[in-house]
């Protein structure tokens, strides 16, 4: 029912419906992109320019799928048509790398930050304090060993044992939450 | 609890920041039994799901909400326009049933001649133009710009021999289009500056805000669009290569001539000896290898050329001097030769 409400609202030009619908996808909808195209700003024009597309057109908006199905759909198809823009760019500069288009990726690959967010930080949460800290400035703020090093005052081998601690928890206390992540975000 | 040694390397391993032989350790270990693969894909799976959240978090929704809403905002204006322009269009239009009416009884019927009116900006000297359609053109040093008397209803087209910077005034259906040779430039309403000077076999183009597409052959719907830029790139095409190279510039620096400021950015002495020669319409030489080694970076805007040449002097070991100026045949005098001496 709520899934309806949210298609007829966008359709109707609800305010308050689109702006739900943003916020609830918007980063999701950026951080998939970012597995197809890797500059951030590109990836937020691309998912910038569909919400108003969405907006200006929604007297024609016929969504026969899922809200979520439509939306990522949509982004994965304006990045390839980015990607393919570019390489007739590269006729005339570079070559560019581009990625295949058959690429497996189902609809189970699509998250949005709050089904995620939720289970992974509570799960961060239950590790021992000093290993939580540690695990967060890593992973969450993207900080580097070295910098962890330097702003807690202790070794690096102390940094890299309470990581790999953490993650022996996580993988234990996460599987049964998580689903399968075929995105190959980090492995060639 | 101990953990096994292994398992202590897999962050690293999932960074990608281990050498050949630990990575090697890892993935023997991963295949030698089914129980090792299982606490394999469970921790790629958790380091992927965390790295995935860490990646969502970046993005600042609040603020592209807003960035979006302001685009909603502009393209409501847009529409009033259009409408505006329909009301217009119907007062027009028995104005111009009269107009016809009389127009086909004149008794000789005209062919349309595009008539051209040239603009020029001799040596060491700028100006800026207003265009029938209220475009706003600035011409650098040597500069022609030609563009017929009356646009036509379809296009805006003017050719371009030297240097400007344009400041489109929007139109969707009556694209403005700048012929600088063999490549062309298609805009509806935008900030950018166009350089072709003859003898450098260099075309540039420098967009600062709006969307402009590159194109060759005649314009038409068909037209083969090279490319299109986004603001803060520039577009090198290079005629004896017959390439384009894109880059991202410090777009202030391609422009600044136009407020009479003269700004280098780690420019080659090649480079700042060429615009110079073209902002003072002087002729400057380089004697000595090294120096076409140094870059420079400075701004001047109200300094002379002979003030500009001493802060060069402080800043590189060099040494100039001024030739005497000839006088020719015609009792005009020759440009004024400087030398550049490394020292």
Redesign the interface.
């Known amino acids: 029912m709520e899934e309806e409400f949210l298609k007829q609202g966008l359709h109707s030009k609800n305010k308050i419906v689109f702006?739900f619908v943003?916020?609830y996808y918007?980063?999701?909808l950026?951080?998939y992109a970012?597995t197809i195209i890797k500059e951030?700003v590109v990836v937020?024009d691309i998912?910038?320019d569909l919400?108003?597309t969405l907006?200006?057109k929604s007297e024609q908006l016929i969504i026969t799928s899922s809200l979520k199905n439509y939306l990522f759909s949509s982004v994965k198809n304006r990045c390839f048509d980015y990607l393919k823009?570019q390489k007739?760019?590269s006729k005339?500069?570079q070559i560019l790398k581009f990625p295949d288009e058959s690429n497996e990726d189902s609809p189970e690959n699509w998250?949005?930050?709050s089904e995620?967010?939720e289970i992974?930080e509570k799960s961060i949460q239950n590790l021992p304090p000093r290993c939580c800290e540690i695990f967060k400035l890593s992973?969450?703020?993207?900080l580097k060993n070295q910098d962890i090093v330097k702003q807690l005052g202790i070794s690096k081998r102390t940094v890299?044992?309470q990581?790999?601690?953490a993650?022996?928890f996580?993988?234990?206390d996460?599987?049964p939450h998580?689903p399968?992540?075929v995105?190959s975000?980090?492995?060639k | 609890m101990k953990i096994r040694p292994i398992e202590e390397l897999l962050p690293s391993y999932f960074n990608g920041v281990l050498n050949n032989d630990e990575r090697e350790k890892v993935e023997t270990w991963k295949e030698a039994i089914k129980e090792n693969r299982q606490i394999f894909s469970d921790s790629l799976k958790a380091w992927e799901g965390i790295e995935y959240l860490r990646r969502m978090k970046k993005y600042n929704t609040e603020k592209a909400l807003k960035k979006v809403n302001l685009r909603i905002e502009k393209s409501k204006s847009l529409k009033l326009f259009t409408i505006l322009q329909k009301v217009a269009a119907i007062l027009i239009l028995p104005l111009l049933v009269a107009t016809l009416y009389f127009a086909t009884k004149s008794p000789t019927p005209k062919i349309a001649v595009t008539e051209w009116h040239t603009i020029k900006t001799p040596a060491g000297l700028r100006s800026e133009y207003i265009l029938p359609d209220g475009t706003k053109v600035y011409l650098n040093s040597k500069t022609s710009l030609s563009y017929p008397i009356a646009f036509n209803s379809y296009t805006r087209n003017v050719k371009l021999n030297g240097e400007a910077y344009f400041e489109v005034v929007e139109n969707k259906k009556q694209p403005f289009i700048v012929n600088t040779g063999k490549i062309k430039v298609e805009v509806t309403g935008t900030e950018f500056k166009a350089s072709n000077y003859p003898g450098e076999d260099l075309t540039e183009i420098v967009l600062v805000s709006g969307k402009i597409n590159l194109f060759q052959g005649d314009y038409s719907k068909e037209k083969e669009i090279l490319s299109s830029m986004i603001p803060g790139e520039k577009a090198a095409f290079n005629e004896k290569e017959n390439k384009i190279y894109f880059s991202k510039v410090d777009v202030e620096k391609y422009i600044s001539w136009k407020d009479g400021i003269l700004m280098f950015r780690d420019d080659s002495m090649q480079d700042v000896v060429r615009r110079l020669n073209r902002w003072f319409n002087v002729d400057i030489k380089l004697t000595g290898n090294k120096l076409k080694d140094y870059v420079y970076t400075a701004t001047f805007q109200d300094e002379s050329l002979i003030q500009i040449l001493d802060l060069l002097k402080m800043s590189a070991p060099i040494d100039y001097s001024i030739k005497c100026r000839k006088r020719k045949s015609d009792n005009t005098f020759s440009k004024m030769k400087i030398e550049i001496i490394q020292k």
């Open positions: 702006d943003f916020q918007y980063s999701g950026c951080a970012e951030e937020e998912v910038q919400f108003v907006w200006i823009h007739v760019k005339f500069f998250f949005v930050q995620l967010q992974i992973r969450l703020e993207g890299e044992l990581i790999s601690n993650l022996k996580l993988r234990k996460l599987n998580l399968m992540f995105l975000l980090l492995l």
